[in-house]
């Protein structure tokens, strides 16, 4: 592989980017226009459409610096360094493992580049049910089209990979439709490693397009900073303390930081941003704070072919069915999208399941190993309400979050769907990924298996890689956090920029919805405090 540009390394030494590491020291005081919490898809997108309209920008950003040049395509050093809590953060009682980025363009940077538009039967539920009249297919079109054309999201043109044909095969065999995903990549390389940080810069994360039009602009960045509590007077937010921290998230001492803005805007991601409102006594009359917090609870099927496979190889994901979303009303049984799963082989040494020798068996058909993911679409049903983040003793997030009977039926149904597919694809032998299973070597005996399969939690294994709400926004306080427009109903100079306020679960990769959304949000913001109309380039 040829050395590609650093954009960060070469912005700082062009262009004079303002950078700071908290691990080196913080000032006693800062002041701006605007202070971001966070640099993942909502932060990148509101730093450059404030910026373009003149403003002074600060982000913040807890987790590190990493850049093309750190990328080398090593498990072992993209988990511990650019996930949150070395890739093993999970829900309280630890049976659903979560993914979340932890570094300068958060989980942007280490995502699988699927895009999609929010599901019009999404947006349909949350003008009914949260009052979000404006949130209709047309009204956001043209955002999400800035967003598209900013970030490169088009459908991916390569081939698939046989991982993610063989989902297409199963599925039109059956009648199902399938389709090509958009992917937000210019140049791809193909090489299949995005989760662990894209070392040739195709992938348009936040850390290539929005942050460096925003420190081009004069916009100051301090990673390894930790926003801790804004306080908060007569409605608005005086200022927000901020400390340095080590990579491992421990304090460097004691020096607090205080930036002092005009607006404050927060965007650290489901489970952070509810947490940092927490810590901070945010008015919250309706105890709606850190509620509703959604996860996409993630099933996993894996199957082994006569031919190799490679998944490892390849764009992770190119190919998708929604049919099994479609075949319920949204506030039916639990729908679900299906993808393929690369495995890398950390990732895949859970996903198979099994320790010792019985893992060791199973790794003997990696090469021939294929595998699918079912997300399942949460918060549309009275018994799928979702999960609540509270503070630890020390003011860290934790999310409380169960896998219900009602989640647990999506699993068992979409085990079934994945197996069929599978084997229908042609596959010699399926197995779900739950402690009970076995490989089977028919759809028949899968299917009489699966039905008597015992669904409880940790039996049942499970992660996700979406997280949102906590934070949703609503036409009124009774039922959302901030505003349709972002803002605090009680804050007149906070916002929430992020996935956090979204209502529900989305249905989809949430990417492409936190872009579109807060690239409105930002706009209207731009508009507020500059007076000026301004758009994504």
Same mark, same amino acid.
């Given at each position: 592989m040829s050395k590609q540009p650093d954009v960060f390394r070469d912005g700082m030494q062009q262009h004079g980017w303002k950078i700071f590491n908290g691990e080196q020291g913080l000032p006693e005081k800062l002041s701006c226009d605007v202070v971001i919490v966070g640099t993942g898809a909502g932060a990148g997108i509101t730093a450059?459409?404030?910026?373009?309209?003149?403003?002074?920008?600060?982000?913040?950003?807890?987790?590190?610096l990493k850049t093309s040049s750190d990328f080398n395509q090593k498990e072992t050093e993209a988990y511990t360094s650019l996930y949150q809590e070395s890739a093993a953060r999970a829900n309280i009682d630890n049976s659903v493992t979560i993914l979340q980025g932890r570094c300068v363009g958060g989980?942007?940077?280490?995502?699988?580049?699927?895009?999609?538009?929010?599901?019009?039967?999404?947006?349909?539920?949350?003008?009914?049910?949260?009052?979000?009249?404006?949130?209709?297919?047309?009204?956001?079109?043209p955002w999400f089209k800035q967003a598209e054309t900013r970030l490169g999201v088009a459908p991916w043109e390569v081939p698939p990979n046989p991982n993610n044909e063989l989902l297409r095969t199963g599925a039109e065999k059956l009648g199902i439709p399938a389709h090509v995903?958009?992917?937000?990549?210019?140049?791809?390389?193909?090489?299949?490693?995005?989760?662990?940080?894209?070392?040739?810069?195709?992938?348009?994360?936040?850390?290539?397009?929005?942050?460096?039009t925003a420190l081009t602009a004069g916009a100051r960045l301090y990673y390894q900073t930790r926003a801790e509590a804004f306080s908060i007077k007569d409605g608005k937010v005086q200022h927000l303390s901020c400390v340095g921290i080590r990579q491992n998230g421990d304090k460097v001492s004691d020096k607090v930081l205080h930036i002092t803005a005009k607006h404050y805007v927060v965007s650290g991601g489901a489970i952070n941003s509810p947490a940092l409102l927490k810590r901070s006594d945010v008015p919250d009359p309706h105890g709606l704070i850190g509620k509703r917090t959604f996860l996409h609870p993630v099933s996993f099927s894996s199957a082994i072919y006569a031919d190799k496979i490679e998944g490892w190889t390849g764009a992770p994901q190119s190919i998708y069915s929604d049919h099994f979303l479609h075949t319920q009303p949204v506030d039916g049984p639990m729908g679900y999208k299906i993808e393929a799963t690369p495995i890398h082989p950390g990732l895949v040494s859970v996903l198979l399941g099994g320790i010792g020798s019985e893992l060791a068996e199973r790794f003997k058909n990696y090469p021939h190993t294929q595998m699918l993911l079912s997300l399942m679409r949460d918060g549309f049903h009275p018994e799928s309400e979702g999960g609540s983040v509270f503070l630890n003793v020390d003011g860290s997030p934790l999310l409380n979050y169960s896998l219900t009977p009602?989640?647990?039926?999506?699993?068992? /149904?979409? +085990? *079934?769907?994945? %197996?069929?597919?599978?084997?229908?694809?042609?596959?010699?032998?399926?197995?779900?990924?739950?402690?009970?299973?076995?490989?089977?070597?028919?759809?028949?005996?899968?299917?009489?298996?699966?039905?008597?399969?015992?669904? /409880?939690? +940790? *039996?049942?294994? %499970?992660?996700?890689?979406h997280v949102m709400g906590g934070c949703a926004m609503a036409g009124d306080e009774q039922r959302g956090v901030v505003q349709p427009d972002g803002v605090h109903w009680h804050i007149s100079n906070l916002s929430v920029h992020d996935g956090s306020l979204f209502p529900t679960s989305v249905g989809a990769n949430p990417q492409l919805s936190i872009y579109g959304t807060t690239n409105r949000l930002a706009t209207q913001l731009a508009k507020r405090l500059s007076g000026k109309d301004v758009a994504l380039a």
């Open positions: 450059e459409v404030l910026t373009r309209a003149g403003l002074d920008v600060i982000l913040l950003e807890e987790g590190p989980t942007t940077v280490v995502n699988w580049t699927s895009s999609f538009r929010t599901p019009p039967d999404t947006l349909k539920y949350w003008q009914e049910r949260f009052g979000l009249k404006d949130y209709t297919v047309e009204s956001m079109a995903i958009p992917r937000n990549v210019r140049g791809c390389w193909n090489i299949g490693s995005c989760g662990m940080g894209c070392p040739t810069n195709a992938k348009q994360s936040m850390l290539v397009t929005t942050l460096p009602y989640v647990l039926d999506g699993f068992r /149904r979409s +085990f *079934l769907s994945m %197996a069929e597919i599978q084997f229908a694809a042609g596959a010699q032998k399926v197995m779900p990924y739950h402690q009970h299973g076995k490989y089977y070597t028919s759809w028949a005996d899968a299917q009489k298996a699966i039905k008597e399969l015992d669904m /409880r939690p +940790f *039996l049942t294994g %499970a992660g996700s890689a």
